[in-house]
Structures are given as structure tokens and as C-alpha cells.
């Protein structure tokens, strides 16, 4: 067991890098893995729908969860956009077939 002076030294010691977590910007491994898994997991998926892999899976998803498919449509497109019409207006055409 160590004495009472020699743990007031160690309180005053360098620590060195513990505790300071990831640097600024750095990307989690663990983030980065399960994202690349969920990209390749669509991919596949979207391989037995059509021949565009992701693309494909999308275009799935866009018909059979319509409601799931505009949320995520609302969290990737950017909340303010400037187009070419004289009000800075853009025009989008959509269309559903099946």
C-alpha cells in the first residue's frame, strides 16, 4: 500500500495523453464500421431488386416505405437552396411507377 506522500506525488505527475480522448476531427472506428456494414448490407440488398445495388435498394425502399423514405429524403437534402428561377426557385419533378 502506498503512503500518504507518495500518492500527493502521483496527483502532481504528467499523465501524459490518458483521459484526452480522440483528437478533434477524428473519425470513430466503431462509427465507421457499422456505416460501411449498412452501405454494404443495402448494397446487396438493393442487388436483388435491381442491377444499381444501392441505387436500387432506394428506389425499393422509396415505394414500399414511402413515409420512411421522405424522412430520410428531409434529413439529406439541404435545408435552404438557392435555384436559377427569378426567385431563386427550383423546379423538382417526381415520379412514382411501379
Known amino acids: 500500500m502506498s503512503t500518504k506522500e507518495e500518492q500527493t506525488n502521483k496527483i502532481g ?5 490518458r ?3 480522440r483528437p478533434k476531427g477524428a473519425i470513430n472506428k466503431n462509427s465507421k464500421l457499422l456505416k460501411d456494414a449498412i ?11 435491381g442491377k444499381e ?9 422509396a415505394e414500399e416505405n414511402p413515409s ?4 430520410l429524403m428531409g434529413k439529406v ?3 435552404q437552396v438557392t435555384g436559377s428561377g427569378d ?6 419533378i417526381i415520379k412514382w411507377q411501379k
Do not use: C, D, I, W
Not at 445495388?53 to 428506389?59: A, H
Not at 420512411?68 to 424522412?71: D, E, G, H, N, R
Not at 426567385?87 to 423538382?92: L, N, P, R, V
Open 39 to 49: 452501405l454494404e448490407a443495402a448494397e446487396r440488398a438493393g442487388n436483388k431488386f
Open 68 to 71: 420512411a423514405y421522405m424522412s
Open 19 to 21: 483521459g484526452k480522448g
Open 87 to 92: 426567385s431563386g426557385e427550383h423546379k423538382f
Open 53 to 61: 445495388g444501392l441505387v436500387s435498394y432506394l428506389e425499393h425502399q
Open 13 to 17: 505527475q504528467n499523465t501524459g495523453n
Open 77 to 79: 437534402l439541404p435545408l
